[in-house]
């Protein structure tokens, strides 16, 4: 990996970013998949989050481990929303649909596909310290504990921002026309 190129000479910080990557690489890859749907990209935007790791390695505190993983998180989630919103900007035409789908199922899956996006589109929007508690609860498969350590704050904190986030989600979808099932 390049990023394992850039870190300092010292055996010490080579061993501690071994070991960061070691821990973390797994759970990125997840999250990044989640986001962009395919193996290359999100192992693109999980080197990319390693390398953003190895140029700040020496301004970050690394012997944190949840701080660690909170930045590499949160970079990988980055890096695969840009990557994301480029593909779709790049992307011309719609969906190419299978032959032989009757077109029940192609209008059920254009609607489960629409919804998705829309709600994707609308967790980009929520405030920061919303959107993160979806993205690692839903898109990373981070359970509620996991995440208060990650993001430093508590359990409860996390169910009160989650409450929030999905209130929140739920109106902006119904404005769009959007409606509970």
Same mark, same amino acid.
């Given at each position: #990996?390049?990023?394992?190129?850039?870190? *300092?000479?010292? *055996?010490?910080?080579? =061993?501690?970013?071994?070991?960061?990557?070691?821990?973390?690489?797994?759970? #990125?890859?997840?999250?990044? &998949?989640?986001? !962009?749907?395919?193996? *290359?990209?999100?192992?693109?935007?999980?080197?990319?989050?390693? !390398?953003?790791?190895?140029?700040?390695?020496? $301004? %970050?505190? +690394?012997?944190?481990?949840? =701080?660690? =993983?909170? &930045? %590499?998180?949160?970079?990988?989630?980055?890096?695969?929303? $840009?990557?994301?919103?480029?593909?779709?900007?790049?992307?011309?035409?719609?969906?190419?649909?299978?032959?032989?789908?009757?077109?029940?199922?192609?209008?059920?899956? +254009?609607?489960?596909?629409?919804?998705?996006?829309?709600?994707?589109?609308?967790?980009?929007?929520?405030?920061?310290?919303?959107?993160?508690?979806?993205?690692?609860?839903?898109?990373?498969? #981070? $359970?509620?504990?996991?995440?208060?350590? +990650? !993001?430093?704050?508590? +359990?409860?904190?996390?169910?009160?921002? #989650?409450?929030?986030? $999905?209130?929140?989600?739920?109106?902006?979808?119904?404005?769009?026309? &959007?409606?509970? =099932?």
């Amino acid at each position: #990996m390049l990023a394992f190129c850039m870190i *300092p000479d010292t *055996p010490d910080a080579q =061993r501690r970013f071994e070991e960061i990557y070691n821990d973390n690489r797994n759970i #990125m890859y997840n999250c990044a &998949y989640s986001v !962009l749907g395919d193996t *290359p990209s999100a192992e693109d935007a999980v080197q990319d989050a390693f !390398l953003s790791l190895a140029r700040n390695f020496d $301004k %970050l505190d +690394t012997s944190d481990n949840s =701080r660690i =993983r909170s &930045y %590499l998180i949160i970079t990988v989630r980055n890096y695969s929303f $840009k990557q994301y919103n480029k593909r779709k900007r790049e992307m011309a035409a719609e969906d190419v649909w299978l032959d032989g789908e009757d077109d029940q199922n192609i209008a059920l899956d +254009t609607e489960n596909k629409q919804l998705r996006k829309a709600l994707f589109e609308k967790i980009k929007m929520l405030d920061k310290k919303y959107g993160d508690i979806i993205m690692l609860r839903y898109y990373c498969d #981070m $359970k509620e504990k996991d995440i208060a350590d +990650t !993001l430093g704050i508590s +359990t409860e904190n996390v169910k009160v921002r #989650m409450h929030r986030a $999905k209130s929140m989600l739920k109106k902006m979808l119904r404005e769009e026309g &959007y409606h509970d =099932r």
